[in-house]
């Protein structure tokens, strides 16, 4: 099926650093979701984005949705210990009875 | 956002074996959706259940290997049927909520089959 594509892969950062990721489709997407996976837990969704060119922030994450409806990014500011994790993003085309397209997830360790 | 709990939690099963996932949910809620984490890998959506019919399954998934019930607007099941090694993963129920329906996750039943 088809996988949105995320980048980095994975990334190993010093504490208190920013942080910046992404995902690019080929395909026109109406929702974009930002998710966090913890070891042993399910996703838990970050930021949710429904307008192209949107911009949305919750405490240190900020969060995109690509004017042309193709990609998005998450930045985290200021990244804390306990930002360690794997981030996904996913596309949505409708409304929730759409499925979600997932990214392969970018794998983020935070060294203190 | 809804309170979503998987049962069991995880599981350790023989090959040939059948194993039933319950997701149950706080609220009310149109549609469910149940997915599969391979080891290491991304989420890939095996099937979306209504209430009241049957559920539709994605390229890939098949009732037969995966029938799933959806008795009433809070619950579902899925069955992983006649497991082999390949079916170790991690399978998660969703739910959409909120005017754009986003879709929130349990957390999940991790199942190792030897």
């Known amino acids: 099926g088809q996988q949105l594509n995320q980048s980095p892969q994975s990334m190993f950062i010093q504490e208190g650093e920013d942080v910046s990721m992404n995902c690019t489709s080929s395909s026109i997407f109406n929702t974009w979701l930002w998710y966090k996976q913890d070891p042993g837990e399910g996703p838990v969704l970050l930021i949710a984005?429904?307008?192209?060119?949107e911009l949305t922030s919750n405490g240190r994450l900020t969060a995109q949705f690509g004017i042309t409806r193709k990609d998005s990014f998450l930045n985290i500011s200021a990244s804390i210990p306990s930002d360690v994790g794997i981030y996904f993003c996913?596309?949505?085309?409708?409304?929730?009875?759409?499925?979600?397209?997932f990214g392969k997830g970018t794998k983020l360790t935070v060294n203190p | 956002s809804a309170v979503i709990s998987q049962k069991p939690s995880r599981d350790i099963c023989q090959r040939g074996t059948s194993l039933t996932i319950q997701c149950q949910v706080d609220?009310?809620?149109?549609?469910m959706f149940w997915y599969r984490q391979q080891p290491g890998q991304s989420l890939t959506l095996i099937a979306t259940?209504?209430?009241?019919?049957?559920?539709?399954?994605e390229s890939g998934f098949v009732i037969d290997k995966f029938p799933i019930s959806r008795p009433n607007l809070t619950f579902s099941t899925l069955t992983v049927s006649n497991m082999s090694p390949e079916d170790s993963s991690i399978y998660l129920c969703?739910?959409?909520?909120?005017?754009?329906?986003?879709?929130?996750f349990g957390p999940g039943t991790r199942l190792l089959v030897l």
């Open positions: 996913a596309g949505q085309r409708q409304g929730g009875s759409e499925k979600l397209v």
């Open positions: 984005l429904y307008k192209a060119g």
């Open positions: 969703s739910v959409g909520q909120g005017s754009g329906e986003t879709q929130y």
């Open positions: 259940a209504n209430q009241g019919s049957e559920a539709t399954y």
């Open positions: 609220s009310q809620v149109t549609m």
